[in-house]
């Protein structure tokens, strides 16, 4: 059974700080891996999608990477902003054919002005 | 629709009663998955549907869970003699296909009183 893993649980830094956010998953078998950002109250939006071939992806200030074999992938944050604060949710894709995602349980950061 | 839209957005019942959530994914989208987010939690997955058809049930919790898709498009997830444990955010998702990703509603907060 796939278990993914986010640590801390939360994260509070300065702002203008660059981050890392990092997410580890017990079964290298994957599909893909998306990382989620969800705000108080609110759904989840997609900020990165990495397929399993891939080793990372680039979204503006934020890069996300994949290493499959050693099961983890991380989420960079360049110049944090107070905006930036949300839940940051690392989700794997399930191999098989429902391609179901396995969440962590999220990192909540915190971006002080 | 330009995204997964869910109603109703908040619901209050109390306990015993039945409930539908609805769930209207992206056109086109044949894939469509419903997670649960209880407090404290993290995403749950519940039940995978490919076109009208769910091959995957796995996640639900009981059977007074059961959830059907019309069309390839409008799902209805509903709940049977609702308990307070039932009490989560229940969030829906679609994909065009395997590899593109999810896009999730805003979800619908539930709680039983």
């Known amino acids: 059974k796939q278990e993914v893993t986010q640590i801390p649980a939360a994260l509070s830094v300065p702002e203008g700080e660059n981050l890392v956010l990092n997410c580890s998953f017990t079964d290298s078998a994957i599909y893909n891996l998306q990382w989620f950002r969800q705000d108080p109250g609110k759904g989840l939006t997609s900020l990165l999608l990495i397929q399993s071939s891939q080793r990372e992806q680039t979204s503006g200030r934020l890069n996300a990477s994949l290493d499959k074999s050693s099961g983890r992938s991380t989420l960079y944050i360049a110049a944090s902003q107070p905006g930036d604060s949300a839940t940051y949710l690392c989700?794997?894709?399930?191999?098989?054919?429902?391609?179901?995602?396995?969440f962590g349980k999220g990192i909540t950061l915190s971006v002080r002005p | 629709g330009a995204g997964v839209s869910q109603s109703p957005s908040n619901k209050v019942t109390e306990k015993g009663k039945d409930v539908e959530l609805r769930c209207d994914p992206i056109?086109?989208?044949?894939?469509l998955y419903w997670y649960r987010q209880s407090l404290g939690q993290g995403l749950e997955f519940l039940i995978y549907?490919?076109?009208?058809?769910?091959?995957?049930k796995s996640g639900l919790p009981s059977d007074r869970f059961s959830a059907e898709r019309t069309g390839g498009s409008v799902s209805t997830l509903t709940i049977q003699r609702t308990q307070q444990e039932d009490s989560a955010v229940y969030l829906c998702a679609s994909s065009i296909n395997r590899g593109s990703g999810y896009t999730f509603g805003s979800g619908t907060r539930l709680t039983v009183v």
């Open positions: 549907f490919q076109g009208n058809s769910a091959p995957d």
């Open positions: 056109s086109g989208h044949t894939a």
């Open positions: 989700a794997v894709g399930d191999a098989g054919a429902n391609s179901k995602l396995t």
